[in-house]
């Protein structure tokens, strides 16, 4: 089964979402059988890629709202992140621009495969909502890409370039294309959608769907009275 989940790396929601999947697969007894893969999706490409302002005042001017209106509404998610184990700094990040984090997902998943590239995006959200760090900055970049596992040299030449642009823009198409508006939003083997950070359960009823539809059971139908037919096995023939 293969889960591919569309989120950005400044997006708080993927990052609880990210979460409820994770207990999910957790209590899912074929989780080894389970590849998740990463998609990119840009909340914000106009976003500088060197941000000195706030993400609050930024959202707040989005959504036509004063800052004293947002900071609710995010004192809200952070105490519903908590939940799942995670501390957010929601009022310390940055509005940045996520272009080059997204290249470098695509260089790990290239070079590591999805085992790598989760790595290097734990990496990167706790480095902007746990440590308020700019992850538009390249050295921000470089740090948290070594710390997961990539080559630095090779995470340097992809910084210096537009490489993997192309699949970044990809990525964002077939968003489109499956009709997603928002961040998180999974595909379960390109056949269920589930939009949004949904609580773990929706995840498992989701994932025990999909199973079922790829691996159906069979089921036995009993003889005559609920009487076994004979059969062979590997220690014999019944009699």
């Not at 790990?108 to 995006?121: F, S, V």
């Not at 959608?193 to 994932?207: D, M």
Request: charged share 25%.
């Amino acid at each position: 089964m293969r889960i591919e989940i569309w989120s950005d790396v400044v997006c708080p929601w993927c990052y609880v979402g990210k979460r409820r999947l994770e207990s999910a697969l957790g209590d899912f007894e074929h989780a080894d059988d389970v590849e998740v893969v990463y998609r990119s999706f840009e909340l914000d490409p106009t976003a500088p890629h060197h941000g000195t302002e706030l993400t609050l005042p930024s959202i707040a001017r989005k959504y036509g709202r004063s800052v004293e209106e947002m900071r609710p509404m995010m004192s809200g998610l952070m105490d519903t992140a908590a939940e799942e184990g995670l501390e957010l700094r929601l009022f310390d990040t940055l509005h940045t621009n996520t272009i080059d984090a997204h290249r470098l997902l695509h260089l790990a998943l290239a070079t590591g495969g999805p085992a790598l590239q989760r790595e290097l995006k734990e990496s990167l959200l706790a480095a902007y909502f746990t440590r308020a760090e700019d992850v538009g900055d390249h050295a921000v970049l470089r740090a948290a890409a070594t710390e997961a596992g990539l080559d630095a040299e090779r995470v340097d030449a992809v910084l210096a370039s537009d490489e993997y642009g192309d699949a970044v823009a990809a990525d964002i198409a077939q968003a489109r294309a499956y009709g997603a508006t928002g961040v998180p939003f999974f595909v379960v083997d390109q056949r269920y959608g589930i939009s949004g950070a949904q609580p773990a359960e929706a995840f498992t009823q989701v994932l025990e769907r999909a199973w079922a539809d790829t691996h159906p059971t069979i089921e036995v139908v009993a003889g005559a009275e609920g009487a076994d037919g004979a059969v062979c096995g590997p220690d014999g023939c019944a009699i």
